[in-house]
């Protein structure tokens, strides 16, 4: 028996189409299944997700994201030198420090 290559959702719940492709029915349902049941799985989970406070939300996010990109030891460690600097700079009192109030006003000022 060829191996199973389906080409689109119709072939695959079309059992017209299995015999010109070799395909095993037990395998195009248990494909099947499994495919709907991670579609179930993926809209539950997002469903309860967006049910979470906006915190919790943000925060299962980048646990998320975490898991998809690798962190690069460079870049890692480039930041932490970066932020080493800026602490420093504000304990020495040389970093000059805007209130966040300001900063804000002045952003809204360039969306304007």
């Keep these: 028996m060829g191996r199973?290559?389906?080409?689109?959702?119709?072939?695959?719940?079309?059992p017209r189409l299995?015999?010109?492709?070799?395909?095993?029915?037990?395998?195009?349902?248990l494909r099947f299944?499994?495919?709907?049941?991670m579609a179930n799985l993926i809209e539950e989970l997002s469903a309860q997700a967006?049910?979470?406070p906006a915190a919790d939300r943000v925060r299962?996010?980048?646990?998320l994201l975490a898991t998809v990109h690798e962190p690069?030891?460079?870049v890692e460690a480039a930041w932490d030198e970066e932020i080493r600097i800026r602490i420093a700079d504000i304990d020495a009192g040389t970093?000059?420090?805007?209130?966040?109030?300001?900063?804000?006003?002045?952003v809204r000022r360039l969306m304007n």
């Design 4 to 14: 199973l290559e389906i080409g689109g959702f119709y072939n695959l719940v079309n």
């Design 18 to 29: 299995w015999h010109q492709q070799q395909v095993d029915p037990r395998a195009v349902n």
């Design 33 to 37: 299944h499994q495919e709907i049941t």
């Design 50 to 52: 967006r049910a979470l």
């Design 60 to 63: 299962l996010a980048e646990e």
């Design 72 to 74: 690069d030891g460079d």
């Design 95 to 106: 970093a000059k420090l805007i209130p966040a109030e300001e900063v804000f006003a002045q």
